[in-house]
């Protein structure tokens, strides 16, 4: 079933349902459609903001009948296009910023209830403000928000102690396809009645039903935190690094970050306010929060001085002020936009299982480097969890522009090695970006087919109209998902 562009009868009703302030004319709707990496604009016949489930209701009955697209919005920071039309069709572009009321905060169910458009960093501070934490944690958490961030299961530097978003979720209340509301916000650890739908909606990235509203998991604030970042002779020596911390000290690594001796060098090109915090050029490094009991840092220091004489790390500075603390950080989280302003021609978000992970990094670059002994890789990422990203720039002093003209076809080519060694190291291609509509047909290529079909039954069965987010994680009509794959990367 392809969904349609709405005529202005409907129009007009969508717009009596959300009153004056609650839609914008596409035509002055530019923030919907832009894109996070520059490579696409995304387009919509109309952008509805309503303020209350009731409205969102409505809407997505109207639209059902009509059989019209609707596409949710949350920050738009999503990197693989689930939030925007870039087909050509005119869908409906829901933005949920309006909902953006806290409900209520437990201190004795360690919950807080919040609407789907609260920005993440709202909800952080919140937390704060009641002793408490909320343990989700990404560069874009100034911009993204929570609904967002369940409908794409987002992951982020913090799924080491805390979980991914669907770990932090205790219920969810949604607009399904149909317009009926699912009230399931109760705050409960344990409720085995049925079919878990939260589960069901967490990750479906817009495709099964809008979220509304969700009970979120607290955790008390540790008492103390050390931000360290060490260098490391080799990827497999940071793992060990990380075995030993928690051997010795338990559930205190909160983050615990692999980076490249090429990601240091960009941050400090790219940022002037940043520098490398060691005496000279390394290969890699890991910035690590650890976190616990008064005094922890003195604890962390004794086991640093053994894996020093160990060899296995061979340098280490621990951060003195907040303000330390953040510069390290800022060599990390900045990666985003250094590796695009460096021209990055391809980026992969890999999981694969831990053990896999120097096998995944040394293969990897083997490849890449066996294409041309010229392109240079910068990993890094969420190493403790498996999530490694890999972003491929040019030779030395060669723009991308001009490399893609001499080298056709090099993204996909890039990509293509990426994903392969990917799926020999038994990993993912999509740890927690999602699919959108840029990773559609590796999903076809990599997924286990009863797992395609098994999804393709649900999402007839719950949208038969075919009403919700068209075009993203499943194939649509026509949709040249080859294409859109290969101009994805950067
Ligand atoms: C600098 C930067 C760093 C990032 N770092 C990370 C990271 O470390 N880890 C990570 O996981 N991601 C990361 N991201 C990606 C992105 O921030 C996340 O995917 C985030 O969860 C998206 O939230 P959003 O509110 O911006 O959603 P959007 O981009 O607006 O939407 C994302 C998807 O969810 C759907 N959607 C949005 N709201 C709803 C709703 N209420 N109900 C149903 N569907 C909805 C949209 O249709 C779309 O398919 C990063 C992005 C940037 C720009």
Not at 68 to 83: D, E, K, L, S
Not at 317 to 344: D, H
Not at 367 to 387: M, Q, S, V
């Amino acid at each position: 079933m392809q969904a349609k562009t709405p005529d202005s009868r409907l129009l007009n009703r969508l717009k009596s349902i959300v009153g004056s302030k609650g839609w914008c004319a596409s035509d002055s709707a530019g923030k919907y459609f832009a894109d996070p990496r520059g490579h696409f604009r995304g387009n919509a016949s109309i952008v509805l903001l309503p303020s209350s489930t009731q409205q969102v209701s409505q809407v997505v009955a109207a639209c059902n009948e009509a059989q019209v697209g609707i596409i949710p919005f949350g920050g738009g920071t999503g990197g693989v296009a689930g939030h925007m039309e870039i087909s050509g069709s005119l869908p409906v572009v829901l933005s949920l910023e309006r909902m953006n009321a806290i409900r209520s905060v437990s201190i004795d169910d360690e919950t807080v209830v919040a609407e789907a458009g609260c920005i993440l960093a709202s909800i952080q501070k919140i937390a704060e403000q009641h002793g408490r934490r909320f343990g989700l944690s990404l560069a874009s958490e100034g911009s993204c928000t929570i609904g967002g961030n369940l409908a794409s299961n987002a992951g982020g530097i913090q799924v080491l102690r805390y979980g991914n978003c669907r770990d932090l979720c205790l219920g969810i209340e949604a607009v399904m396809p149909d317009g009926s509301v699912l009230n399931d916000l109760k705050p409960l650890r344990k409720n085995n009645t049925g079919f878990d739908l939260r589960h069901l909606l967490i990750g479906s990235e817009g495709t099964l039903g809008i979220i509304t509203a969700s009970a979120l998991k607290l955790s008390p604030l540790p008492e103390d935190s050390v931000t360290v970042m060490c260098v490391v002779p080799a990827p497999g020596s940071a793992l060990k690094l990380l075995h030993k911390i928690r051997n010795k000290l338990g559930e205190t690594v909160t983050a615990f970050e692999l980076m490249s001796g090429l990601g240091v060098t960009l941050a400090t090109k790219y940022f002037e306010a940043l520098r490398n915090p060691f005496d000279g050029p390394f290969e890699w490094c890991v910035v690590a929060e650890i976190e616990g009991h008064k005094g922890i840092q003195w604890s962390l220091e004794e086991v640093l001085e053994q894996e020093l004489e160990q060899g296995n790390i061979v340098d280490a500075v621990f951060a003195e002020s907040r303000s330390q603390s953040e510069a390290l950080w800022n060599l990390r989280e900045l990666a985003y936009e250094y590796n695009q302003k460096e021209g990055a021609i391809c980026s992969s978000d890999t999981s694969v299982p831990v053990s896999q992970i120097e096998k995944f990094i040394e293969l990897t670059i083997t490849a890449i480097r066996y294409l041309d002994d010229g392109l240079r890789a910068n990993c890094y990422g969420h190493i403790g969890d498996g999530n490694i990203h890999v972003n491929i720039f040019p030779p030395q002093d060669v723009s991308k522009q001009a490399y893609i003209q001499m080298h056709p076809g090099i993204q996909e080519t890039t990509r293509m090695i990426i994903n392969e060694t990917t799926h020999q190291c038994g990993g993912s291609i999509s740890a927690e970006h999602g699919i959108g509509r840029l990773r559609i047909s590796e999903l076809q290529r990599y997924a286990d087919k009863t797992k395609l079909a098994v999804m393709q039954t649900i999402k007839t069965a719950i949208d038969p109209n075919g009403i919700m987010n068209p075009g993203a994680v499943f194939e649509a009509h026509g949709q040249p998902t080859q294409i859109l794959s290969a101009s994805s990367e950067g």
